[in-house]
């Protein structure tokens, strides 16, 4: 082994970040917390570190020929939404190039349709109500005795509360999204709304119920943003929904970040955690736990489930 391959990236941290750093957006908060090893190198560090096919595929893809299905969705699903004729719609569907000819392809066709189709419909009927005017949101935090500043805005508040919808079964990365949005709705809630969060996938939708202790989850969130800033946070989504939903079950962690014959997939093949854990012992030690428990043990309480 050359010390090249075990030198450590991050010998010592960074300083701590300026202060033109102490006002995050919700998205910048989600973008942070579905890769912080990613975040950290491209935004601290000015890397910009190319992610091959293979390193951005990083989940089983959810239908055979996942890359054309997926072109197709992203071409359809909008004309779906707008409750075309189905009969329209395949018509547009079989005039493309995302699948196969033959008949695997009208068949693999037909299946994507009739998910495509049902995704759509629960979308539309869990988004009748009308939306509010954006509601606004901007949260003070103090870390330390510095003041920091959550902000963003929604545009699809309902008194109902929020709709999310990602076509796909449900990520680890889905759950974190809502998760997010869920607490800063809770946390800056305007009078009159339910502070209830929705997310539909394919694979059916989880709820979110309303969270009086939201403030102080999103400040604990933010602590872990401005320590990433710094050093790699030793949180990856997959491997800590994986420990956090199977009631802190460290194996489980274990086989979705470690790569194998058996799971080709594994978080730990992802280019940017290979170089900012380079050297790092084990990247599922005690700080991998307690992350893993900030962010998603916390939500645990507030999540309903409602899977087929």
């Given amino acids: 082994t050359s010390d090249a391959e075990v030198q450590a990236f991050f010998s010592t941290p960074l300083p701590a970040p300026e202060a033109e750093w102490r006002t995050v957006t919700l998205d910048q908060l989600k973008n ?17 570190i190319r992610e091959d096919d293979a390193t951005l595929q990083d989940d089983e893809p959810f239908l055979p020929d996942w890359a054309g299905q997926t072109d197709l969705a992203r071409r359809l699903l909008p004309l779906l939404a707008q409750d075309l004729p189905l009969a329209d719609i395949g018509a547009m569907a079989r005039a493309g190039i995302e699948l196969p000819p033959g008949p695997m392809g009208t068949v ?4 994507a349709l ?12 869990a988004s009748i109500e009308p939306c509010l005017p954006p509601h606004p949101v901007d949260l003070s935090i103090d870390i330390e005795g510095e003041a920091w500043r959550l902000t963003g805005a929604f545009s ?40 209830k969060t929705m997310w539909i996938s394919c694979d059916g939708h989880y709820r ?9 989850i999103l400040g604990d969130l ?72 900030t962010v998603f043990g916390q939500m645990m309480e507030y999540l309903e489930e409602d899977r087929p």
């Fill in 108 to 111: 693999a066709l037909d299946k």
């Fill in 208 to 216: 979110l119920v309303p969270c009086s202790d939201a403030a102080r």
């Fill in 222 to 293: 933010v602590r872990l943003y401005r320590s990433g800033l710094s050093a790699p946070l030793h949180f990856y989504p997959k491997a800590a929904w994986a420990y956090a939903s199977g009631s802190n079950d460290l194996s489980a962690a274990h086989k979705t970040w470690f790569s194998s014959k058996f799971r080709e997939h594994g978080e730990d093949r992802h280019v940017t955690y290979r170089l900012a854990l380079r050297g790092v012992d084990d990247p599922l030690d005690r700080d991998f736990e307690q992350a893993a428990h």
């Fill in 156 to 195: 699809d508040l309902r008194t109902s509360g929020l709709v999310r919808a990602r076509f796909d079964d449900t990520r680890a990365t889905d759950y974190l999204a809502g998760w997010i949005d869920h607490l800063a709705l809770n946390a800056s809630l305007p009078a009159g709304v339910v502070g």
């Fill in 114 to 125: 009739h998910r495509m189709h049902a995704f759509c419909a629960e979308v539309r009927e």
């Fill in 32 to 48: 942070f917390f579905s890769n912080p090893s990613r975040y950290l190198l491209q935004n601290r560090l000015q890397l910009r």
